[in-house]
Each structure stands twice: as C-alpha cells, then as structure tokens.
C-alpha cells in the first residue's frame, strides 16, 4: 500500500489564480496529453497513473516505489511543460502537497467526497474524477491498483452525500438567488428583464433555461456580449444605454452589472414600470447594489439582494462543515476496508502463479516422469488417472487463496498505533495482537499440508473410490506413484508463496502509511 502516492497543487497550497499556470498547456489536447503523460510513467518509473486537472486542483495519483523527494516533483513538472525554463519551476515546491501510503488513499476518498473541494459538498469533483479516471484508464495508464482504489473512492463519496447532510442547504448566492425567486410562483411565460451579460448572469441563464422560461430581453453595455447571452436564451440583446427607451412590460429583473453606483435608479425604474402596480420581483446580485435603495422602500418589489444572500450561505457552509466531521468517519471505515480488499487482492495476484505451476508439475509428471509407466495404462485407467489429478490440481488451487484470505480477514487493531503516554497501555494490547498475528499465520501455513493431502485421500477414498475399484493392481500402483510424485511438489509449491504473501501482506498491514509532507501545507 506504501506504493500509493499523490502528488496535487490545490486551492489549499496556491493561489487559486495561479494554478493554471502549473497545468500542462497540452490539457485540452488529449493526443498530446496521453503522449506526456505516458512519458512520465516511462521516464519516472511510475507504474500507473491518474490525472487530473480542474480549475482549483492539478492532481497526480502514482503507484510508484520511487521517493516523492525534490528531484522527483521537480523533474516531473519539467517534463509537464518542456517549453519553460527549468529553473522557474523551482516555485513549485512552494505549492505542492504530496502524500504516501493509506495517507494518499485518504486524501483521494476526501477529494472524491467533495471534502477538499474550494465549496465543501459540491459533486462536480466526482464527476470530474470519474471522468480523469475514465481516460487513464482508457489509454492504459492506469492499473490494477489505482482501479480497486476508485472502486472504492466512488461509492464512499456516494455514501457521504447520502448518508450526510453535506451536499444539502446550496452555498452558491446564484442558486440561493433562484430559489428565493421561485419561491414566487413565477409562470413559464414570466417576462424577464436582464441587466448584464457576465459569467454570473450566464449561470443564471443555465438556471433558467431549466426551470422552461422563455421570455428574455438582455442588456449590457457590450451588445456582442449580450448577443451571446441573448442566443442561449433565444431572446432579444439591446445596449445598456438603450434601457431608458424600453418600453416593454415586465414581470421579473435579474442585475448584475460591475458598475460603482446604481444602474437602476429611482428614475429609470419609474419609466421601466410605467403606470403598471403589479408586484414585481428584482434579484439584484451585484457588489455593489445595481438597484437603488429606495426602490425596494417606494414601490411594489420582491428585492433579494446579495448581503441576505451571503449570509444565508455562510450559515448552510458551516452546516457543510459540521457534516464534514461525520463524512470524514464514514471515509476512515472505508479505508479500513480497504486494507482488508487491498491485501486480499494482492493474494490473489501473487497466488495467481500457482495454477500454471501446478499445471507444469502435473505435465512434467506426465510427459516425462512417468511417461513410458503411463504408456503402459489401457485406455479406461488413462482417463480415470486424468480426471483425478484434475479434481486434485482443481482443489489444490482454491485451498492456498482460501487459507490466505481467511487469516487476512481477522481484523487486529493497527500495529502502527502512536506510542504517546496515554496510549501506552493500549499499545501493549497491541502488542499482544501483533504475537496473535504471527501465531496465526504460522498455523495457517502449517495446517496446509494437511489440507492438501486430504484433498488426495478424499479423491482416493470418496470420489473416486467406486472407479478405482475396476483398476488394475499395475495401474492403481502407477496413480499412486504419480500422486506421490506430484503431491510432493505441489504441496511446496503454494506452501513457500503462501508464507510469503501471508508475511508480508499480514504481519506487514500497515506498513507504508506516512504522513503528508509539510510541502505546500496551510
């Protein structure tokens, strides 16, 4: 597990407004990515690899044994922008976070949860990880390792969100703005007047686009920018200074506009509404005020102004931030299970050597050992010799990874507890589960053998025992000559990988965890 690593440079480390700056200018080129990237696994030693790049977060999950020193992030970012002088790179280790080991898979689940996230409970970086994940996957980047980890990462984040208040009560003063609105009962054919043709007013625009309203005039004092709005809307773009000309009745208006002092005044509000004295709703979301104070005092408006707002999300983001507190338990019973799938899988892996040993013991005895003995074997004992030594070279296969999986799944408080004063006592208890540990494997690999020679005596004296009875007493005395020959070595054979799987994946379980470095930490 020591092999995770991640190496990221985030809103926590950097300047938001200077991230982009570390991102390769190939981002939105996916041939010329997957080529530097690829290079980097090559170059650096990195065994997989996943990338990912938002605007608040440039992230590198690694498997690697390499060490995550200076000349390693150094030389990696060199190879991520080859046009830049490498001595300007050098600021990079100012602003860069690494992590290793269970610390690494901590901050991924984290990331995954939205808990590292510039708004805590927003579920883009979810999709964004997934997608990340989805092309280093697609252009084999990745591996094994990094795909049990977000096998993992996903449902853990989904698990937050639902069994966590996280995501709930919106911290965005643009959708707080729209359900404050909606909150009027707005019909479809709602009239809106729109000042201003900013990112802001373009988030508004999505917003509206899909609660189906469809009467839109736009006005900003860049008619090409209100064009563009006004084409997403499909409604009508005029000048700013046009605004005192307009004459059309409306029902809602949405400011924002980076004026100094109000662009809807007391004035221009009064000729807008004419001699109409319908109730009309003003979502003002300009700092400072695009409308008038006494607007909101002299006239029949609904006003949501930006302060309230603001407000009313810094109340909901430090909700978000209590429910952090129980997402982060809910992301350390998941890691604990990780451990157990992570060192499971590793034995399977490493147990998957053994079938084609097996099958090389089983042929050699065949076709060389006791090649001319099998000769002499009729047809019928032929093919019942076969079918034993498969029923046994079958169970023999399965009785390894079960052995191993079994002792990997008792669950022993970690060996790597700190050794402050008051945890003492509790590490000397832990102490005695490391001795359990030990003894434990030691009876698992000593009970093998037994194991496997009774799969022999079961194949001889149950499944097999009404076929042996029509053998003769040459070619029963051949099969046992044969199974002698075999069993011997097969019982060696996951016996030695065995002891060193269970040794190393058991006794060694939280070996690797580290701390994150100091690097680029706030």
């Known amino acids: 597990m020591k092999t995770f690593k991640i190496v990221t440079i985030t809103h926590r480390t950097a300047n938001i407004n200077h991230i982009g700056k570390f991102i390769p200018s190939v981002n939105a080129d996916p041939v010329g990515l997957v080529s530097i990237l690829k290079e980097v696994k090559e170059v650096l030693k990195v065994d997989e690899l996943l990338y990912l790049a938002t605007c608040n977060r440039l992230t590198f ?5 390499r060490v995550l020193d200076n000349d390693f992030l150094l030389e990696l970012f060199e190879m991520l922008h080859p046009k830049v002088d490498a001595s300007s790179l050098h600021d990079v280790l100012d602003v860069v976070a690494t992590y290793e080991g269970i610390t690494a898979l901590e901050h991924l689940f984290e990331v995954a949860s939205s808990l590292d996230s510039l708004v805590i409970g927003e579920r883009e970086i979810l999709r964004q990880l997934r ?3 989805d092309f280093c996957h697609q252009h084999q980047l990745t591996g094994d390792n990094i795909r049990l980890a977000m096998k993992m990462a996903v449902p853990t984040a989904k698990e937050v969100y639902t069994r ?5 009560n919106s911290v965005s003063v643009v959708s707080l703005a729209m359900r404050e609105m909606l909150r009027h009962d707005i019909p479809e054919d709602a009239r809106f007047l729109i000042v201003g043709a900013g990112q802001t007013n373009n988030l508004v625009a999505k917003f509206l686009l899909k609660q189906s309203f469809k009467n839109f005039a736009i006005f900003n004092r860049s008619l090409e920018n209100a064009k563009l709005l006004a084409a997403k809307l499909d409604g009508q773009a005029y000048l700013l200074e046009h605004l005192h000309d307009y004459h059309k009745p409306f029902d809602v208006l949405i400011t924002c506009t980076g004026a100094n002092d109000p662009v809807i005044t007391e004035e221009l509000y009064q000729h807008l509404i004419g001699d109409d004295t319908t109730k009309k709703i003003i979502v003002d979301l300009a700092v400072p005020s695009d409308v008038a104070p006494t607007i909101s005092q002299k006239f029949n408006v609904d006003y949501i102004e930006v302060e309230r707002l603001r407000c009313l999300a810094a109340q909901n983001l430090e909700l978000r931030r209590k429910e952090a507190v129980r997402a982060k338990v809910i992301i350390q019973e998941r890691l604990e ?17 053994i079938p084609a040993k097996l099958k090389a013991v089983k042929n050699n005895a065949l076709n060389t050992t006791f090649q001319s003995e099998l000769a002499t074997l009729d047809e019928t004992d032929t093919h019942l010799l076969q079918r034993v030594l498969a029923y046994i070279e079958k169970k023999y296969i399965g009785i390894p990874i079960t052995v191993a999986k079994s002792v990997l799944s008792d669950d022993f408080p970690p060996a790597n507890a700190p050794l402050t004063a008051e945890e003492l006592a509790k590490r000397c ?4 589960c490391i001795k359990a540990r030990k003894e434990k494997v030691e009876r698992a690999i000593v009970d093998m053998p037994h194991k496997l020679r009774a799969v022999k005596r079961k194949a001889l004296h149950s499944v097999f025992k009404k076929d042996l009875v029509n053998m003769s007493a040459t070619s029963k005395k051949i099969l046992e000559q044969v199974l002698a020959h075999i069993e011997k070595q097969y019982i060696h054979i996951p016996l030695v990988v065995a002891r060193n799987v269970l040794e190393k994946e058991y006794l060694n379980r939280d070996a690797g965890a580290s701390k994150p470095s100091g690097r680029g930490q706030i």
């Open 164 to 168: 966590t208040k996280i995501g709930e």
């Open 61 to 65: 999950f690694l498997v690697t044994e």
């Open 337 to 353: 299970e990780f451990k157990l799938v992570f060192s499971q899988r590793r034995v399977e892996r490493a147990m998957s050597q």
């Open 131 to 133: 997608g990340a994940y």
């Open 429 to 432: 208890e832990q102490l005695k």
